[in-house]
């Protein structure tokens, strides 16, 4: 976020660069919630009660980042307490996370065929002496009361929580060994556990025996097999072709973070977030559901051919509620899709910054009608239009409030129209908000995408009401935005956005064709090159050392590299194109497959470590593993093109 934050300045830069490089946390999640294991202790050192980090508005602080989703972990270790330096990894490029050390071996996930969040941990000591050792957890809250439920042999133990609205129930895996502790919160007596986060009001053997029934009396191992096999089951077929394992491997990773990242959480009166998808996995700054990286996020899912993530998600985003609160600030429009991002319970969130500023982004509605364009596109699916939504028939709601507050939005400008000043892809905030060429960009294929939904939909005004301001607005993109024989990120001057990599991304969707521009635009990119080789998204302007921005727009920005790397393939470009993706391939590979935000362009406290050290939001979702399986698809369909 951005955050204007105090803290000691950034020093000694050098010394900074020097450090090592930590490992990026791996993450587990079903939908439900996510778990999160540090790769240099093998410790689980989170488990969530739900698939974002806020709930909900706080009602005591509406500008805050909201109400928290419950952590329960401090930590969880097995084995003996000597640090062990433990192996920690994906296995076979799942969500399921392999800790291996000299004194066994561990196997942590979240199973998909459970609804509800749970957490598997199963441990396989290497002798008996470790064994004895067992497994050892520090509560994050303090334990208020333990109930201990006895189903056959089995001892299940509900842990309910000062501080936290959920429960747990803690069920052995395996025939208890051993006393039990006294206190009932640890793990002792059993290497195997099922954990299960229970929501206030829950029933208790409901839950306990749709747990029964998914274990189906199946052994640790045997539940840790048959999720991989599900798992595998549940893949898409890759349409591309790979140059190289890394690739191969890095696309299915990427595959599962996709999936992690997508609330399962049913609808239900005030909680509407079910298919929103978050813009990075925990511990990354990032776990909520933002529009913009949504979008990259479904794209993908929809390229890589998973229809029923892809439709889930589509239907998030006319499902959520409430939204249309900023009409103040969009021409008093109601609409649909957030001008920023969401709570966890699907309601709008338009704050984010903690500084008592708004964002209103224009670009989100522009996005959210390109995924439906696409979708319908690809999947041919006509019944989604007439799907009942929170605002009626989705087809009629996304004309009505997605399309209409869009046109609504526009402003004239010489012999066509742009879009109104916003806080755009690069979330100015509002009282810096400027006319950005991507938002008019996005305008434009927004509209030529739900041109053609309304012809699917029979609504042939709309569609020509679509395509004459998508005409217009393709006017009023080319005098606003290319001037001088350039093309500038904003319409107002300054050097800020001049050059911008936000124009990468433009030039790939279409909107610009010119062989002179897009060869000045990625001439120009030089001006935005960063000491670790990649690209920053602008040439940042805060002078403020205390402000969160003045370091982070100077930090290596991977959307940008990403989209570098197709507008130089489009230009023939191949070898440069070649090298900016096998950069970022080496470099997730060495790092557990993980794709993140940004890498270390200037050490600082914020973003610490070697220059070109994976940083920001990590694992990202639709702006790293999105990305990467969209930048593979664009190169598959380029180079096979006829």
Not at 22 to 51: C, K, M, Q
Not at 451 to 457: E, G, K, P, Q, S
Not at 520 to 546: C, I, N
Request: aromatic content about 10%; proline content about 6%; charged content about 20%.
């Amino acid at each position: 976020m951005r955050i204007r934050l105090s803290f000691v300045v950034c020093a000694a830069l050098a010394l900074l660069a020097a450090l090592p490089a930590a490992a990026s946390h791996l993450v587990t999640g079903n939908g439900y919630g996510f778990a999160v294991v540090s790769p240099d202790s093998g410790a689980i050192t989170r488990f969530y009660a739900h698939p974002y980090s806020f709930a909900q508005p706080n009602p005591n602080n509406p500008l805050s980042e909201g109400i928290e989703t419950t952590n329960f972990l401090k930590q969880i270790t097995c084995g003996p307490l000597t640090p062990q330096n433990p192996s920690t990894d994906y296995d076979s490029d799942s969500h399921i996370i392999r800790i291996h050390n000299p004194a066994g071996e561990e196997r942590v996930f979240m199973p998909f065929g459970l609804e509800q969040a749970a957490l598997i941990l199963t441990w396989s000591a290497s002798s008996a002496s470790a064994r004895q050792d067992g497994c050892r957890v520090e509560w994050a809250h303090p334990v208020r009361s333990t109930t201990v439920i006895r189903k056959a042999a089995v001892e299940i133990r509900l842990l309910q929580f000062d501080g936290a609205p959920e429960s747990l129930l803690l069920i052995p895996l395996e025939a208890q060994q051993g006393p039990r502790s006294s206190h009932g919160q640890d793990l002792s007596g059993s290497s195997s556990w099922a954990i299960l986060s229970l929501e206030p009001g829950s029933e208790i053997d409901a839950a306990i025996g749709a747990f029964q029934s998914w274990c189906s009396g199946l052994a640790p191992s045997d539940l840790v097999r048959r999720e991989l096999a599900q798992l595998e089951h549940w893949r898409a077929s890759p349409t591309v072709h790979f140059e190289s394992d890394k690739e191969h491997h890095l696309w299915r990773q990427s595959e599962v973070m996709l999936r992690i990242a997508q609330s399962r959480e049913p609808n239900r009166p005030g909680r509407n977030g079910n298919g929103l998808i978050v813009a990075c996995l925990p511990d990354g700054v990032y776990f909520t559901p933002w529009v913009r990286d949504m979008a990259y996020a479904l794209m993908a899912f929809i390229r890589m051919g998973h229809q029923a993530e892809a439709r889930a998600g589509l239907l998030a985003y006319f499902n959520a509620q409430p939204t249309g609160k900023m009409r103040a600030q969009t021409a008093d429009a109601d609409y649909q899709v957030s001008v920023v991002r969401y709570f966890g319970n699907g309601a709008e969130e338009p704050f984010f910054t903690q500084e008592g500023a708004i964002n209103i982004e224009f670009d989100d509605w522009g996005l959210a009608l390109w995924v439906l364009g696409e979708y319908a596109r690809t999947f041919n699916d006509a019944a989604i239009l007439n799907t009942a939504t929170f605002r009626g028939p989705l087809y009629p709601s996304a004309r009505d409030y997605i399309m209409k507050p869009l046109l609504k939005n526009l402003e004239s400008y010489g012999s066509g129209q742009i879009v109104a000043a916003d806080t755009s892809i690069w979330e100015e905030h509002q009282k810096d908000k400027k006319h950005f060429a991507w938002s008019t960009a996005l305008a434009i294929m927004g509209l030529r995408e739900f041109a053609d939904i309304a012809h699917r939909a029979g609504d042939e005004p709309s569609r020509t009401e679509a395509l004459d301001h998508a005409a217009r607005l393709q006017s009023g993109f080319n005098t606003a935005f290319i001037r001088d024989g350039h093309l500038h990120g904003t319409l107002e001057p300054g050097i800020k956005n001049d050059i911008d990599g936000a124009l990468l991304a433009i030039i790939n969707f279409g909107i610009v064709n010119d062989p002179a521009l897009m060869r000045d635009t990625v001439d120009r990119m030089q001006l935005l090159r960063v000491a670790s080789g990649g690209y920053r998204r602008v040439r940042g302007t805060y002078t403020d050392p205390a402000i969160f921005e003045y370091w982070y727009e100077q930090e290596e920005f991977l959307f940008v590299d990403f989209s570098l790397s197709e507008v130089d393939r489009r230009l023939g470009n191949l070898a440069q194109s070649k090298a900016i993706l096998d950069r970022i391939v080496d470099k997730s590979a060495a790092d557990h497959n993980i794709v993140p935000e940004m890498y270390v362009a200037v050490p600082c406290q914020l973003f610490s470590g070697s220059v070109g050290d994976p940083t920001g939001a990590l694992p990202m979702v639709g702006y790293g593993a999105g990305e990467f399986i969209l930048e593979l698809e664009a190169r598959e369909q380029l180079l096979t093109k006829p």
